[in-house]
């Protein structure tokens, strides 16, 4: 349905119209009634407004007086009287008595005594069997074999310096005697002994023996 057919309808108009001629007979209604004049009489009455005060409350009594102590008076002490005190001898102190103490002397120490060596043996006058470092061997003499001398012993002494040279040669035994005692004296004295930093005195025997050529 469109707006033109709305407008045609005469149903709608008829409700229209009778709610707004309904309004008018209410208004109507009131006005003869009289409502309507004790409605603006009630509005033009004044508007009174009432104050009410605070309720003031009665000030607390003032409090008790504190109540007096009344202390019972005190009771005196009777007054002794003055008794001096006994005279009490003072014992005079006597001198203290210092006691020396008794010193203990500390124990000796132990002390282990060495093991006692015994002194080394006294090297002998004349050694014997002694050992060169170096030596030269004495020749048979040419005078021994020209004189038929098959065999011959020599027992010598050697003079040893702290070095180790040998400064002397003594024959002691010759045999036969003589004959071999320049070829002793010339080797041994070229022998070499190690060096002890002391002299001493050397013994050897040697022997010669022709050795068929």
């Known amino acids: 349905m469109d707006f033109a057919q ?9 409700i229209g119209l009778s709610v707004v001629v ?23 009455k004044p508007l009174t407004a009432t104050i009410i005060e605070e309720v003031k409350l009665p000030p607390p009594p003032p409090p008790p007086p504190p109540k007096k102590i009344i202390e019972p008076p005190k009771a005196q002490a009777p007054v002794q009287p003055y008794v001096p005190p006994p005279d009490i001898p003072v014992p005079t102190p006597s001198a203290p008595v210092i006691s020396a103490p008794s010193i203990t ?41 020209r004189a038929g001398v098959a065999k011959g012993r020599v027992v010598a002494r050697l003079f040893v ?8 040669v003594r024959i002691v035994e010759s045999d036969p005697p003589g004959v071999f005692n320049k070829e002793v004296t010339r080797a041994l004295s070229q022998w070499k002994f190690q060096a002890e930093g002391e002299k001493f005195v050397g013994e050897v025997e040697l022997t010669f023996t022709l050795k068929d050529e």
């Open 161 to 168: 310096d702290e070095k180790g040279l040998v400064t002397e």
């Open 105 to 145: 002397p500390p124990p000796e120490p132990f002390v282990i005594a060495p093991p006692v060596q015994a002194p080394p043996a006294p090297k002998p006058a004349i050694r014997k069997g002694i050992t060169p470092l170096t030596k030269v061997e004495p020749i048979y003499p040419r005078e021994a074999i």
């Open 6 to 14: 709305q407008q045609r309808n005469p149903t709608r108009h008829l």
């Open 22 to 44: 309904l309004l008018h007979v209410l208004v109507i209604y009131a006005l003869v009634t009289g409502l309507a004049r004790k409605a603006v009489e009630v509005i033009k």
